[in-house]
């Protein structure tokens, strides 16, 4: 902008000035103009202003409310060529006469390119622009200014930004505000202000203060950017990220956040809630027999109908499958949560409505209570879990509270999933052997290698505890493959001694079969250990030959193929049919201890044990019975037809060296009996 300053004259500076009516028409000029353009003054005067400039200013004769503003232009000069200018012109009011006055001053053109580029900037660009005085009032904002508040730019001047104030933030968010923006010149962040229709938004806003030459400030600039859109996306991936997809309630994250702010809110006052682990009974079925849509369909359902019979403050999550978390809060609901059970107990009473049809299914509940059996929130919900799985176990369809003395088995479980793949490294763990006892011949025909953990503070641990841990996280892939080659590896010196030559048969878990690992890591053990591949026998589970784990059969031929034998260990317990039982590729099957223990007493044992021998003399496979502990058992076995025989009866698992023991005696009890048998037959 020009200004000129009060005392100085035409002559001390070489600003033209012009006289103009409302009209446009030339009323008097100064000297300096006519300098400026080489014009006589009776050639111009009541002349138009439009014919002497060009881009002439035609706003300040339109817009009559506009007192003060300035502009860029250029002069025509009288021999034709031209003279850029910035003009400030100013409306002159008296009282019966009104009058334009324009300020000239000669520029450059590089300088209107700046001013140009500025001006282009200030007004295109998409944050908007106030300008304010040092005390806050409002001088001018730019195009977006109104577009993304509503307010032109003649309703806010001389006004301050407080007109913008949606009452979103207190008086103590504005002191803090303005207190930074004093010390440090400046101030962002996000904050909610109101357009002039009364909507309410979020706006990411800067604040910057300017100073003049004498370190005073003269004006602030605020530039803000309207952010609903960003906000709006951000609170979509955020619920897509706290929630389920396919429920919309609340998943795992969520339920951990809202559980661990219950738990810290005891720290404040006493909190009572209570977490039940809930998971729909033969839902598997369905999802496989009919598809994943009836399956997800059916889920919706079931979250839909829990959702709308519990209280507001109560927390339902889905945390994955068919497995739902309900949070109960407050004192006096825990003491009604048998009652609260048996209500969702109830809401499975009539069949589920879903675009495939109606579908009948229960739940299984599983209760712990906070702070009674734990502090921590996975904790709660590891209790909760093993709550429901003991309902599942015994049929499903009801609800059980999770039982504080199994606490301190639960915490050493716990600590021992912590401790499994430090205890590999260090070499904690060893395989022990069992021996397998052919009762005609008397004679020790095989081993079965039995893994054992040898804690550095709690001893022994059997693999019953920490076996169910490995296959959970993972870690039974390195202690199958460690039991391998150790148990390969004490054949061969076995074998190279003469103590024992017969077969070593070693327990396979189903998660070694993953990723066809097995095979490879049987055929290098047995060339590193240069062993036959006959004299290993792979024990697997019945849950091997489930209809699920087909795909695990030709794995299980290519073994047989190499030359190593299959077994099925605790056969009757699991999935096997005796249909499929002569399609499965095995050469023996063991005879679980669940039908030896009362074989002496039971018909139905006997049956079974008597029908097993059948079968397996059908279909041309060994068999062997385990977990014999009495002379009854024994040779009731025997009497049946079933001749091989494994149990403490004979042996207890042991270390190698123990084992070579055992064998020595077991071996020399055997000469001995033979010879009494001569003797007693002379």
């Not at 969702?344 to 209760?367: A, M, P, R």
């Not at 609800?399 to 999933?417: N, T, V």
């Not at 430090?422 to 052997?433: C, G, N, T």
């Not at 550095?456 to 641990?461: A, D, L, N, S, Y």
């Amino acid at each position: 902008m020009l200004f000129l300053d009060k005392g100085l004259t035409q002559s001390d500076v070489d600003i033209a000035i012009l006289t103009l009516n409302l009209a446009g028409e030339l009323v008097d000029v100064s000297a300096q103009y006519l300098v400026m353009t080489g014009f006589e003054k009776g050639e111009i005067l009541g002349k138009k202003i439009d014919d002497f400039e060009i881009c002439s200013a035609k706003k300040v004769f339109s817009n009559k409310s506009d007192i003060f503003g300035h502009y860029h232009s250029t002069l025509i000069r009288k021999d034709g060529s031209n003279l850029p200018i910035k003009v400030c012109y100013f409306r002159q009011q008296t009282q019966d006469l009104t009058q334009i006055l324009l300020f000239i001053q000669e520029c450059n053109y590089v300088e209107i390119a700046k001013t140009s580029i500025i001006e282009q900037i200030f007004d295109h660009t998409n944050e908007a622009i106030i300008v304010t005085d040092n005390k806050g009032f409002i001088q001018t904002v730019n195009r977006s200014f109104s577009e993304i508040t509503g307010y032109s730019e003649r309703e806010v001047v001389g006004k301050t930004p407080a007109i913008l104030n949606s009452g979103k933030q207190d008086k103590y968010f504005y002191k803090k505000f303005w207190k930074e923006i004093i010390s440090q010149g400046a101030w962002q962040g996000e904050i909610w202000n109101k357009r002039k229709n009364g909507e309410v938004y979020p706006e990411w806003l800067n604040i910057s203060s300017i100073r003049d030459k004498h370190g005073q400030i003269s004006n602030y600039i605020c530039q803000f950017t309207d952010i609903t859109n960003r906000k709006k996306s951000e609170e979509e991936l955020h619920f897509h990220a706290y929630h389920d997809s396919l429920t919309s309630l609340p998943n795992r994250h969520l339920l951990f956040e809202k559980l661990k702010h219950l738990c810290l809110l005891n720290q404040e006052q006493p909190t009572y809630f209570a977490v039940l682990f809930c998971d729909l009974d033969r839902f598997k079925m369905i999802n496989d027999s009919l598809g994943h849509d009836v399956g997800d369909e059916l889920l919706k359902s079931v979250a839909n109908r829990l959702e709308t019979k519990l209280r507001s403050n109560d927390i339902i999550a889905r945390t994955g499958g068919d497995e739902f978390i309900v949070v109960i809060e407050g004192e006096k609901a825990l003491k009604n949560l048998d009652k609260i059970c048996l209500q969702i107990l109830s809401l499975f009473e009539k069949s589920f409505h879903t675009q495939y049809g109606e579908f009948k299914t229960s739940i299984s509940i599983g209760v712990s209570q906070f702070p009674a059996d734990s502090k921590d929130v996975r904790e709660l919900i590891s209790f909760a879990d093993i709550a429901m799985y003991k309902i599942k176990k015994s049929g499903g369809n009801h609800y059980s509270f999770f039982d504080i003395k199994e606490k301190s088995f639960i915490q050493q479980r716990l600590e021992l999933e912590s401790e499994i793949f430090q205890a590999i490294e260090k070499d904690q763990f060893e395989v022990w052997y069992q021996p397998q006892i052919n009762t005609e011949t008397y004679q020790v025909y095989g081993v079965e290698c039995l893994i054992r953990w040898n804690h550095p503070e709690q001893g022994i641990i059997t693999p019953d505890l920490f076996i169910p841990i490995a296959e959970a996280n993972g870690s039974i892939k390195e202690l199958g493959y460690f039991v391998l080659k150790t148990a390969c590896h004490q054949l061969r010196q076995w074998r190279i001694n003469n103590v024992f030559t017969g077969v070593m048969a070693i327990n396979v878990s189903l998660r070694q079969f993953e990723r066809n690992d097995l095979l490879g890591q049987v055929k290098k053990t047995l060339i590193d250990e240069m062993l036959p591949a006959e004299s290993i026998e792979l024990e697997v589970t019945e849950s091997l030959f489930s209809e699920d784990n087909n795909y695990h059969t030709p794995i299980l031929l290519a073994l047989r193929e190499l030359g190593v034998k299959v077994a099925i260990d605790d056969f009757g317990t699991g999935y096997s049919s005796l249909q499929r039982l002569k399609n499965l590729p095995i050469d023996n099957v063991k005879i679980d201890k669940c039908f030896v223990d009362n074989i002496e007493h039971s018909s139905e044992d006997v049956a079974i044990v008597m029908a097993t021998i059948l079968l397996s003399k059908t279909f041309k496979v060994g068999l062997i019975a385990e977990g014999i502990e009495t002379q009854e058992q024994a040779d009731k076995l025997s009497e049946l037809g079933c001749f091989n025989q494994q149990g403490y009866l004979y042996s207890r698992p042991l270390r190698a060296h123990d084992f070579e023991d055992w064998l020595t005696d077991f071996t020399l009890q055997h000469k001995e009996r033979k010879i009494l048998q001569v003797v007693n037959n002379s």
